[in-house]
């Protein structure tokens, strides 16, 4: 037995969601490969990603769907994939792309402006918001369908933290450790990605962003609230709603643009008979 180098091409859109860079698979990729293609991709220096995601053929009356590499929801990637939609099919200035995420049901709705390069989009709201009985630095545990957040006190990472809020989620497919800095308004994210093993300290995270701004907002009156999270690759856009108390809608919005298309050939060693 041997073996031999096969050579797969793929190609693969880039986006920039306030520094949360994300490559998109445009390529079909099977299920069963995509885990490992997000793995190696993410080892490419040269692309400088965070994530990465797989456009594949909708299944719930969506224009288009996206995969995370790990089957979790990520409102940057979403954000992403409908501006890139919007760019794909020529659409100038303001327009609506209907999508599908993993980590979410149904379809969601993406605002992409081309022209200003921006995109927003509603988010899955919370499944639980709880405290956290951590003795020595206050945290909430936001629970969505697709990735548990872990807001925590303290505005620099810690890593024994990020340890802690991953072993406090077995059951999640991904789980956000989110640094806030009450006092500037900002939060430093560092999301883990069962699937892939990946640890990341991202520039900016949507659902982080999100979880933070529930936190935030958890004694305001009804109504609806807009509060920017600041994050070390810029600033996003929240809106929360709530309505005797509870939060009945949430949204993300911010800048993105499109860093660049190519076609990466990826060299897996495969068993041969010889």
């Given amino acids: 037995m041997r073996t031999k180098d096969m050579k797969k091409d793929y190609e693969v859109a880039v986006l920039d969601p306030a520094g949360n ?25 040269e692309l400088h990603i965070e994530q990465a995601a797989f ?29 890139y939609h ?11 792309v209907f999508a599908e995420i ?15 390069g921006e995109a927003s989009t509603v988010m899955p709201l919370p499944r639980a918001v709880q405290p956290v009985e951590w003795p020595d630095v206050p945290a909430v545990r936001v629970t969505f369908a697709g990735i ?3 807001v925590i006190d303290r505005a620099q990472p810690d890593d024994a933290l990020v340890q802690r809020a991953i072993a406090a989620a077995p059951e ?29 300290a991202e520039a900016s995270c949507a659902s982080g962003s999100v979880a933070t701004a529930v936190v935030l907002t958890a004694d305001f009156a009804d109504g609806i609230t807009e509060i920017g999270i600041g994050q070390p690759g810029g600033t996003l856009e929240v809106g929360v709603q709530r309505t005797h108390g509870a939060v009945t809608g949430l949204s993300i919005g911010g800048p993105v643009r499109l860093a660049q298309t190519l076609t990466i050939t990826l060299t897996d060693a495969a068993a041969a008979p010889g």
Wanted: net charge positive; aromatic share 4%; charged share 20%.
């Fill in 172 to 200: 999640a497919s991904a789980v956000g450790a989110v640094f806030l800095d009450r006092a500037a308004g900002s939060i430093r994210p560092v999301v883990f990605v069962r699937e892939t093993g990946s640890c990341v």
């Fill in 21 to 45: 860079v994300t490559a998109i698979v445009l390529s079909d990729v099977p299920a069963a490969e995509r885990a490992r293609v997000a793995a190696r991709l993410l080892r490419l220096p």
């Fill in 148 to 150: 548990t957040h872990f």
């Fill in 102 to 116: 993993s980590g979410a049901e149904g379809v969601q709705p993406v605002m992409a402006d081309t022209a200003a």
């Fill in 55 to 83: 456009l594949t053929a909708p299944r719930c009356g969506g224009e288009i769907r996206l995969e995370m590499m790990g089957g979790e929801f990520c409102g940057n990637a979403l954000r992403c994939a409908g501006f």
């Fill in 86 to 96: 919007a760019l794909r099919t020529g659409a100038q200035g303001k327009t609506c």
